[in-house]
């Protein structure tokens, strides 16, 4: 986003004694403190989450090496059963969501907006810091044997298999759920009333719309967990019948209130990085986004539609044929403003000057990827279908594409894109583009396969299985080792860049939004002058506009 830079009154922060307590940088160690500057909670949800994140990558390997050979002969079936619950709940609720949108919605937004923070400072450090003991409390389960329901925990499995482990997941998924909605306050009211005042609702970055969709989905979905969850807790310790079917209990009831959330969280964790998409590809295209309004309508489209699909989740819990119908209806909506966002993605890559950095890599592997995921998944919204391979592996393989082929990648493409502007150096491209060839491969060998294991009738959550599966099994398990030994590239490069790579300079990709106007890192409060506004965000080729710090002119404000 071009702009101009116009001298207003110096922030009361940065004069006079004030300016003792803001040093113009952070210290390392500040990383480590109840900080309230939103560039440095991004930072710590983004480190936070990456351990998470490494935990969960670590259970899921340990059952891919079970998964080698039929029988349970590398980890115990009830380790098994409590790696496989808590490393979905790792990588959606402690890696995925916090990564996505605590991470780079925190560092980006403000910047974006022409904000010199988030509306609430102390509100969002709170937020953060209810992850880290979320996390404890989910590891701390496994001392007393971990959760055995799997991520969705469902009674009466879950009322009468370890209480005290499902107990403490419970705590910590109500944990990490107050941090999103905190972190939605926080998000809907800077977008909405901290943006600088010459920018328009029309020139917001689309980043910040994914951001304002996810957290409006999140304020009425999560809420809703919560409830089942804590009804949920009081069966098991209280001696409530909510859930209880031999005490006049419906478990079914929580199915709804489970889903009604947790098909919403599908979207809050891929709209935001629909969002690092949209900044992405046009930067390294160098074409102005296909479709500006139709993607930033299209977010709050699959929010709204999004509401109202959860059920295709049920359609073997003795779903009515009429509400399997208007399930099924409205889960094939909701695939057309997707479509809308890949369709302007495509054209917007046609006849760009594109330049295949590390970041555009990953950007247009996840675009290949959630194709694949996104036809699956309409497989699946459709009852007859999905009546047949419910709680298979084609029902993994499909998830993962969506999330691992989809999130993560963004994730990915994300760090790669703004590393420089977070830590003031390039990454080694190189050694990006190994990262990104063996998570690449190693992905379709993990996840591929699992289609035509589910299509076969293998089901899912089962460490010992009928041998007839163990060629497809295999397969999975090296494309598995591969995804583990992928991330120790990333990681190297990442620390010795953070250290000793190239100064990045302000903008090195030549971006026109407004976080690359600042310095690299950013200033504690973004800028010494407020930035002014000229033209949008991604008006690449079009009359001569670039990115320029100087101080405005009255010709170019005008």
Same mark, same amino acid.
């Given at each position: 986003?071009?702009?101009?830079?116009?001298p207003?009154?110096t922030?009361?922060?940065?004069?006079?004694?004030?300016?003792?307590?803001?040093?113009?940088?952070?210290?390392?160690?500040?990383?480590?403190?109840?900080?309230?500057?939103?560039?440095?909670?991004?930072?710590?949800?983004?480190?936070?989450?990456?351990?998470?994140?490494?935990?969960g990558?670590?259970?899921?390997?340990?059952?891919?090496?079970?998964?080698?050979?039929p029988?349970?002969?590398?980890?115990?079936?009830?380790?098994?059963?409590?790696?496989?619950?808590?490393?979905?709940?790792?990588?959606?609720?402690?890696?995925?969501?916090?990564?996505?949108?605590?991470?780079?919605?925190?560092?980006?937004?403000?910047l974006?907006?022409?904000?010199r923070?988030?509306?609430?400072?102390?509100?969002?450090?709170?937020?953060?810091?209810?992850?880290?003991?979320?996390?404890?409390?989910?590891?701390?389960?496994f001392f007393?044997?971990?959760?055995?329901?799997?991520?969705?925990a469902?009674?009466?499995?879950?009322?009468?298999?370890?209480n005290?482990?499902?107990?403490?997941?419970?705590? !910590?998924?109500?944990?990490?759920?107050?941090?999103?909605?905190?972190?939605?306050?926080?998000?809907?009211?800077t977008?909405?009333?901290?943006?600088?005042? !010459?920018?328009?609702?029309?020139?917001?970055?689309?980043f910040?719309?994914?951001?304002?969709?996810?957290?409006?989905l999140?304020?009425f979905?999560?809420?809703?967990?919560?409830?089942?969850?804590?009804?949920?807790?009081?069966?098991?310790?209280?001696?409530?019948?909510?859930f209880?079917?031999?005490?006049?209990?419906?478990?079914?009831?929580?199915?709804?209130?489970?889903?009604?959330?947790?098909?919403?969280?599908?979207?809050?964790?891929?709209?935001p990085?629909?969002?690092?998409?949209?900044?992405?590809?046009?930067?390294h295209?160098?074409?102005?986004?296909?479709?500006?309004?139709?993607?930033?309508?299209?977010?709050?489209?699959i929010?709204?539609?999004?509401?109202?699909?959860?059920?295709?989740h049920?359609?073997?819990?003795?779903?009515?044929?009429?509400?399997?119908?208007?399930?099924?209806?409205?889960t094939?909506?909701?695939?057309?403003?997707?479509g809308v966002?890949?369709?302007?993605?495509?054209?917007?890559?046609w006849?760009?000057?594109?330049?295949?950095?590390?970041?555009?890599?990953?950007?247009?592997?996840?675009?290949?990827?959630?194709?694949?995921?996104?036809?699956?998944?309409?497989?699946?919204?459709?009852?007859?279908?999905?009546?047949?391979?419910?709680?298979?592996?084609?029902?993994?393989?499909?998830?993962?594409?969506?999330?691992?082929?989809?999130?993560?990648?963004?994730?990915?493409?994300?760090?790669?894109?703004?590393f420089?502007?977070?830590?003031?150096?390039?990454?080694?491209?190189?050694?990006?583009?190994?990262?990104?060839?063996?998570?690449?491969?190693?992905?379709?060998?993990?996840?591929?396969?699992?289609?035509?294991?589910?299509?076969?009738?293998?089901?899912?959550r089962?460490?010992?299985?009928?041998?007839?599966?163990?060629s497809?099994?295999?397969?999975?398990?090296f494309?598995?080792?591969?995804?583990?030994?992928?991330?120790?590239?990333?990681?190297?490069?990442?620390l010795?860049?953070?250290?000793y790579?190239e100064?990045?300079?302000?903008n090195?990709w030549?971006?026109?939004?407004?976080?690359?106007?600042?310095?690299?890192?950013?200033?504690?409060?973004?800028?010494?002058?407020?930035?002014?506004?000229?033209?949008?965000p991604?008006?690449?080729?079009?009359?001569?506009?670039?990115?320029?710090?100087?101080?405005?002119?009255?010709? !170019?404000?005008?």
């Amino acid at each position: 986003m071009a702009q101009a830079q116009l001298p207003l009154n110096t922030p009361p922060s940065m004069s006079g004694d004030s300016q003792k307590e803001h040093p113009k940088a952070w210290k390392w160690y500040d990383y480590f403190t109840f900080n309230v500057d939103h560039k440095v909670i991004g930072i710590q949800y983004l480190v936070t989450a990456f351990f998470f994140y490494l935990l969960g990558g670590l259970m899921a390997i340990a059952m891919r090496a079970e998964l080698l050979t039929p029988d349970p002969d590398f980890i115990d079936p009830t380790l098994y059963n409590a790696f496989l619950t808590n490393h979905g709940t790792f990588m959606i609720f402690l890696w995925i969501v916090p990564a996505a949108i605590g991470g780079f919605g925190n560092f980006l937004v403000p910047l974006m907006v022409g904000a010199r923070d988030m509306a609430f400072p102390k509100l969002n450090a709170i937020a953060f810091w209810l992850n880290p003991p979320a996390g404890a409390i989910l590891l701390a389960s496994f001392f007393f044997g971990g959760s055995q329901t799997g991520w969705t925990a469902y009674p009466p499995l879950s009322l009468i298999t370890n209480n005290i482990g499902q107990s403490l997941w419970i705590l !910590s998924i109500v944990l990490v759920g107050t941090s999103s909605i905190l972190g939605s306050v926080n998000f809907v009211v800077t977008i909405l009333f901290m943006r600088v005042p !010459s920018m328009q609702l029309t020139q917001v970055p689309l980043f910040c719309w994914a951001i304002l969709a996810t957290s409006v989905l999140a304020l009425f979905s999560t809420p809703v967990l919560a409830a089942g969850l804590v009804l949920l807790l009081f069966d098991i310790n209280f001696g409530t019948s909510f859930f209880k079917p031999d005490a006049g209990g419906n478990v079914v009831i929580y199915q709804h209130l489970f889903w009604f959330y947790s098909h919403p969280a599908v979207y809050l964790m891929i709209l935001p990085i629909f969002g690092i998409m949209s900044e992405i590809i046009p930067v390294h295209a160098r074409k102005p986004i296909f479709g500006y309004k139709a993607i930033a309508y299209s977010s709050l489209a699959i929010c709204f539609v999004g509401l109202f699909v959860w059920v295709h989740h049920m359609f073997t819990s003795g779903t009515p044929p009429w509400m399997r119908m208007f399930f099924t209806i409205s889960t094939l909506i909701v695939a057309v403003p997707t479509g809308v966002k890949i369709f302007g993605w495509v054209a917007t890559l046609w006849g760009g000057k594109i330049r295949y950095t590390t970041a555009m890599l990953f950007a247009v592997g996840l675009l290949s990827m959630f194709v694949i995921g996104g036809i699956t998944g309409v497989t699946l919204g459709t009852a007859p279908f999905d009546l047949h391979v419910h709680d298979t592996y084609y029902v993994v393989g499909h998830f993962h594409y969506v999330l691992f082929g989809g999130s993560v990648f963004g994730i990915y493409a994300g760090i790669y894109h703004w590393f420089p502007k977070m830590t003031g150096r390039m990454m080694n491209e190189t050694w990006g583009k190994v990262h990104f060839v063996l998570t690449f491969i190693g992905t379709h060998l993990t996840f591929l396969p699992m289609h035509e294991l589910g299509l076969q009738g293998m089901p899912r959550r089962v460490a010992m299985y009928d041998p007839q599966f163990i060629s497809l099994n295999q397969l999975c398990t090296f494309g598995s080792i591969l995804l583990g030994i992928s991330v120790i590239p990333f990681f190297i490069n990442a620390l010795w860049s953070w250290m000793y790579g190239e100064k990045a300079g302000d903008n090195p990709w030549n971006a026109l939004s407004l976080e690359w106007t600042t310095s690299s890192p950013p200033l504690i409060e973004n800028w010494e002058i407020l930035p002014v506004v000229t033209h949008g965000p991604y008006d690449y080729g079009m009359n001569g506009h670039s990115v320029t710090t100087e101080k405005a002119t009255s010709e !170019s404000v005008s």
